[in-house]
C-alpha cells in the first residue's frame, strides 16, 4: 500500500500541496491509484463521525479532482451553507423516489465527460443493520466502476486504492467490497453498519 501514498513533490498544483501537507499535520496520510475511467461511484465507508466530511474534502483538494457527492436535499436549503455545499460539489437527491433517482442519476453520469461521485451507503452517521442499496443499483444502471475510500482513524489514512467492477452477482460483489474495506475502522467503530444491503422494498418506504 506505501506504494500508492501520494506525497506532495507529486502533485503540480500549490493548493494541492497544501492540502495534502494540512492532512499531514494532522498526522494523516493519503493513498492514492488512477481511477478506472472517466465516470464512477467512490463508496465512502464506514462513516461515523462529522469529521469524515473534512477529511475527505481536503483529500479532494490535494486530488483537484470535481468529484460530486449526493446528499439529502434538505442539507441544501440550509442558508449559506446550501450554497457552499453546491459550490463543493454537492448534489441533492429527493427522499422517496428510489428508482426514479438512479435512473436519472445514471444518464448525468453516461452524459458528462467526466462524472466521479462519492456515495456514503449508510446513509448515517450511527449505526444501522445494513447499507443502502442505491449506489449498487446506480453503478449497475449506469455501468461504471466503483472506488472504495476509506477514512481509517486507527492509521490516520485516507484510502482511495481498490475499484471493484460489479457483476450483477450480489453476493460475489459484496465480498470483494468487504475485502476492500477489511480491517479500516472510523472513528466509533461501534457506529459502522455491516456490509449487507438493504431490500429496495424496504429503501423505498425510509
Known amino acids: 500500500m506505501s506504494d500508492f501514498q501520494l506525497k506532495p513533490a507529486d502533485l503540480p498544483g500549490w493548493g494541492q500541496r497544501a492540502a495534502l501537507r494540512i492532512l499531514g499535520l494532522f498526522g494523516w496520510r493519503m493513498l492514492f491509484r488512477p481511477l478506472p475511467g472517466p465516470r464512477g461511484i467512490c463508496v465512502i465507508y464506514p462513516h461515523t463521525s462529522n469529521w469524515d466530511f473534512m477529511i475527505g474534502l481536503f483529500g479532494k483538494w490535494a486530488l483537484n479532482l470535481p468529484f460530486r457527492w449526493l446528499a439529502k436535499d434538505t442539507l441544501f436549503k440550509l442558508p449559506v451553507l446550501g450554497k457552499w455545499f453546491r459550490a463543493m460539489g454537492g448534489e441533492p437527491v429527493e427522499r422517496g423516489t428510489p428508482s426514479g433517482t438512479i435512473k436519472l442519476q445514471a444518464q448525468r453520469m453516461n452524459a458528462a465527460d467526466w462524472y466521479w461521485v462519492g456515495i456514503t451507503p449508510e446513509g448515517t452517521r450511527g449505526y444501522r443493520p445494513n447499507w443502502k442499496s442505491g449506489f449498487y443499483h446506480l453503478a449497475l444502471e449506469a455501468k461504471v466502476p466503483l472506488a472504495l475510500v476509506y477514512i481509517d482513524y486507527p492509521n490516520k489514512t485516507l484510502g482511495l486504492v481498490d475499484h471493484v467492477v ?41
Open 166 to 206: 460489479l457483476s450483477g452477482d450480489q453476493q460475489a460483489d459484496l465480498a470483494a467490497i468487504r475485502a476492500g474495506f477489511d480491517g479500516h475502522q472510523g472513528l466509533y467503530p461501534q457506529n459502522a453498519a455491516p456490509i449487507v444491503l438493504q431490500e429496495r422494498r424496504t429503501e423505498a418506504r425510509d
